[in-house]
């Protein structure tokens, strides 16, 4: 044997034994928020425990993550072998047939453990489509320093309209010092699942009963105005252009009073690491109004699976860890137990240390427990959802909506004529995707 054809011989084993343990590259798309990115930097465990796995991440802001996997999976594109949605989404999705079953996890998943309500929330007739990352409500943070220096005190759960006058008392701009923090960026998991739950506390339905769109109602104009008014002064400037990110700075660096945004925050704002405030800052539910029916949001961040992913079986073993136990176990090993993922495991919430180290807790755990997606609205509606309603149609009628009350926010137009446009862009909607006939 020549020595070309020897070494012909070894480059062929080689590149073959190459082949065959070549790493399977999973594609996770996700959003920037601060428990994503800590899973990122964590991920490099589950790299080192499954070398024949890579993964390759793309993070993105809220609104354009959600553009991104909304286009790959309705066109089959296949980019994503594993999708960061929600409790909209998973439920629509796997319906349709874009998204692989959760099932046959292993035994120490315990998913008897994930709260009822989350996945519920994640499936459809029954079946599992996502896995929760975490889970949330929303609540008020407020500063305990400053309402005991004003002389204030935060009932456990404030009307918007005394969220009004503290905001008015505290609003101190010339010093750096907003009254109130809320999200004004538009988009439909951003500006308007706040407005929405606003909305609902204000006695305000997306529908009627019979699919009839209600923003000319008294109910929407009182709310959106009262939003507007209370943002317009006493908010931080370019609120219009801030969403839970944007909010979460401020929030930390000492700039709001008051903020009301994804209990997720909790462990965020308690943190000394990334907050000024942490240990100033008091928790109670998000404020009523006419009523406190969906006063509060239920959502949960998860990791789904579509159909059209290549590399099913090594996107499923990713998901499963992180989102099982032993990931919580990492993350209080590696930041502190106050920081493991919340809302989605009873078992966080029977552990003492849990509760101990994390001070908003309790109040996570109350408020998620109040969020009812079926009985939100004053008046009955005829969709599920609190801070959305689960039609296939609600993304994109919702996303056009919270350009609408932006504008009316950063001033452009006003409230009567943003409300009026969204009546008419959701009743065209409405007609066209035959919920609504006009009588």
Partial sequence: MTFKTTFSALTLGLTASLMTHAATTVTIGTVNNGDMIRMQ????????????IRLEWVVLEENVLRQ?????????????????????????????????????LPADYDLNDVFP??????????????????????????????????????????????????????????????????????GWGENMALMTTIANTFGARWFDEQWKPEFTGPEWTEAVKFYVDLLGQ???????????NENLALFNSGKCAMWVDATVAGSFVSDASQS???????????????????????WAWALAVPVSSDAKDAATTFVTWAT????????????????VPPGTRQSTYDNPEYMKAAPFAAMTLEAMSKANPKDKTLKPAPYVGVQFAAIPEFQAIASQVGKLIAGALA?????????????????????????????
């Fill in 41 to 52: 930097k964590l991920s490099q465990a589950f790299e080192a425990q499954h070398p024949d």
């Fill in 68 to 104: 991104r996997l909304t286009t790959d999976i309705a066109t089959q594109g296949g980019q994503f072998d594993v999708m960061t949605i929600g409790m909209y989404e998973a439920p629509i999705w796997g319906e349709k047939g874009w998204l692989t079953p959760m099932t046959d």
């Fill in 117 to 186: 309500a989350v996945r519920n929330g994640l499936s459809a007739k029954g079946t599992l489509y996502a896995l929760p990352f975490y889970g949330e409500s929303s609540m008020t943070f407020y500063r305990k320093d400053l309402f005991d220096a004003a002389g204030l005190s935060m009932p456990r759960q404030p009307t918007w309209s005394q969220m009004m006058t503290f905001a008015r008392t505290l609003h101190k701009p010339d010093q750096g010092q907003y009254g109130i923090c809320l999200r004004g960026k538009a």
């Fill in 234 to 244: 006493y908010g931080p400037p370019g609120a219009s252009s801030n969403g839970f």
């Fill in 276 to 298: 000024k405030v942490a240990g100033k800052v008091g928790f109670a539910l998000a404020p009523k109004q006419v009523t406190d029916k969906g006063a509060g949001w239920l």
């Fill in 324 to 339: 099982s136990k032993a990931y919580s176990d990492l993350v209080a090993e590696k930041y502190g137990i106050a920081n």
């Fill in 411 to 439: 001033g452009s137009m006003p409230v009567e004529r943003a409300l009026q446009s969204a009546q008419n862009i959701t009743l065209r909607e409405m007609k066209r995707a035959r919920y609504y006939a006009s009588r």
